[in-house]
């Protein structure tokens, strides 16, 4: 239910956006967030709840990267407590 | 999917390599930890990313995911499907999302249990994909309509959103079953501290709304570690091992795990929105019961929208609720983490997505309905497998 769909904005109508979901397009209520075209956005249940910043995808992976690898080899973790 | 740029920034979340690591990884912090470690994923759209993925056998002996209570189509009470389907057969226009269309009412009653059936004998109901649609057919024709609106914070704002702008016509009405998250998690851990939750993965979605802080209290009050995740299952074993990491060292924090989506504070917008138009209420939950502070209810001006009201149907009060569930449904223990599907006599015998007994087994979120399809033990091992998660 709480199912949310990644698309692109491509364009504005006052309180209306129409978003393309890797090639289909629907117009969607966008109250919630100003968006402009090219915004990567979440929509549930024909709303945009939020806007995904691809910034913040690629630092989440590389920080957890990080720590995964520190403790493949064996520096991150000490003794279950 | 390969060539979608929308999911572009999303591809890494899915890497196999990296799939491996989390999950080698994951055995390394859960290592000497005294199980069962329990982590509870409260939202129905997580349960569906372990379950589709084959997460569950990726998980050390001693490390055990549960489903929580996320899936609001399985605790809507049975008092307002009955509600929206007598109003059906009165000639009234039910609007519902595909998940609720198929809901049961109380099992003792002589109309049709759920909106399907209330459609197949006769009864006025349209299944819409959004509220939008809804407002849009209720605008052109004039007809006299409701909308049973049901979801929680996520979903909220897509059925309020038009009543606030003045968008949706006098003819359309709500039956506003809409639920509030952090009360019902609270609930949980009130409830049920004899089967001890070790771990949280708060609902990404949810909090793209409410904001990170809504969780605060868990690790706060009764420390217990808490990732907001997203939904990709590269997402979900970083949560796990985040929350491992944390038992590890005998800490509770809150982890924002999805931050390309959520942010502390959560959408300003939509909270302004849910205080403008409703006033939070005590609910009740299907199979659980009277929930304080965790339902919506019009307030106002608002209140004009109310189904309810308008056709004179009173609202479910405590002394009213019931625990209303079929006899013999186990979908309260299996909603609150205590029971797993297959614990119950029901699964997959007389009760089937084909044809669902219990609420759970109804929506595409119903812990059930997920197990059902792609199983929670063997059949998840072998779609790990094909995904290159094993």
Redesign the interface.
């Known amino acids: 239910?709480?199912?949310?769909i990644?698309?692109?904005v491509v364009e504005v109508k006052g309180?209306m956006a129409v978003v393309?979901?890797?090639?289909v397009r629907r117009?969607?209520?966008a109250?919630?967030?100003r968006v402009s075209p090219g915004d990567?956005v979440?929509v549930?249940?024909?709303?945009i709840?939020?806007?995904?910043?691809?910034k913040?995808?690629?630092?989440?992976?590389r920080v957890?990267?990080e720590?995964?690898?520190a403790?493949?080899s064996g520096e991150?973790?000490?003794?279950?407590? | 999917?390969g060539q979608?740029?929308?999911?572009?920034?999303?591809r890494?979340?899915r890497d196999r390599d990296?799939a491996l690591?989390?999950s080698?990884?994951i055995r390394?912090?859960a290592?000497?930890?005294?199980g069962p470690v329990k982590i509870m994923d409260f939202?129905?759209?997580h349960e569906w990313t372990i379950t589709h993925y084959g997460l569950r056998s990726l998980m050390p002996d001693n490390v055990e995911l549960v489903a929580g209570p996320?899936?609001?189509?399985c605790v809507t009470p049975g008092y307002y499907v009955e509600a929206a389907v007598r109003l059906a057969m009165d000639g009234i226009r039910i609007f519902t999302?595909g998940?609720s269309y198929r809901l049961q009412g109380p099992p003792e009653t002589d109309l049709p249990k759920s909106l399907e059936e209330a459609r197949s004998r006769g009864g006025r109901v349209e299944v819409v994909?959004?509220?939008?649609?809804a407002v849009r057919m209720a605008r052109e024709d004039g007809e006299e309509s409701v909308f049973l609106a049901?979801?929680?914070e996520?979903?909220a704002?897509?059925t309020l959103?038009?009543i606030r702008?003045g968008d949706a016509p006098d003819n359309l009405r709500f039956i506003n079953v809409h639920r509030l998250t952090p009360p019902i998690t609270r609930y949980v851990l009130e409830t049920h501290p004899e089967a001890p939750i070790r771990g949280i993965i708060a609902?990404?979605?949810?909090s793209?709304?409410t904001g990170a802080k809504a969780w605060a209290f868990i690790p706060e009050e009764y420390g217990i570690p808490t990732v907001v995740a997203g939904?990709e299952p590269?997402d979900v074993l970083?949560a796990i091992?985040e929350i491992l990491?944390q038992v590890?060292?005998?800490k509770a924090r809150l982890v924002n795990?999805y931050?390309?989506?959520?942010s502390w504070d959560g959408?300003l917008?939509?909270q302004r929105?849910m205080g403008e138009t409703c006033d939070v209420v005590d609910a009740g939950w299907r199979g659980i019961g009277f929930v304080p502070a965790s339902g919506l209810a019009f307030k106002g001006e608002f209140r004009r929208y109310d189904a309810l009201e308008a056709y004179g149907i009173p609202e479910l009060t405590p002394e009213a609720w019931e625990r209303d569930l079929p006899p013999g449904c186990r979908c309260a223990e299996v909603t609150l983490g205590m029971a797993r599907p297959t614990d119950c006599p029901m699964f997959l015998r007389a009760c089937t997505p084909e044809s669902p007994y219990g609420p759970c087994m109804v929506?595409s979120?119903g812990t059930c309905a997920i197990w059902a399809k792609f199983g929670g033990g063997g059949l998840a091992e072998e779609v790990g497998r094909e995904l290159g998660v094993i």
């Not at chain 1, 709840?49 to 691809?54: A, D, E, G, M, T």
């Not at chain 2, 290592?31 to 005294?34: D, I, P, T």
């Open positions: 239910m709480c199912l949310g990644p698309g692109i309180r393309d979901f890797g090639g117009e969607v209520d109250t919630l967030e990567h979440i549930h249940a024909g709303m709840i939020s806007k995904l910043s691809p913040e995808a690629e630092e989440t992976i957890w990267r720590l995964i690898e403790i493949s991150e973790l000490g003794s279950a407590r | 999917m979608d740029s929308s999911r572009a920034p999303l890494e979340f990296l690591k989390a080698s990884a390394k912090a290592a000497g930890l005294q939202c129905g759209t996320g899936c609001p189509v999302y998940d994909y959004s509220v939008l649609d049901v979801g929680f996520t979903t704002p897509a959103a038009p702008a609902p990404g979605h949810v793209a709304i939904f590269i970083l091992l990491r590890r060292e005998g795990e931050s390309r989506v959520v959408n917008e939509a929105l929506s979120e």
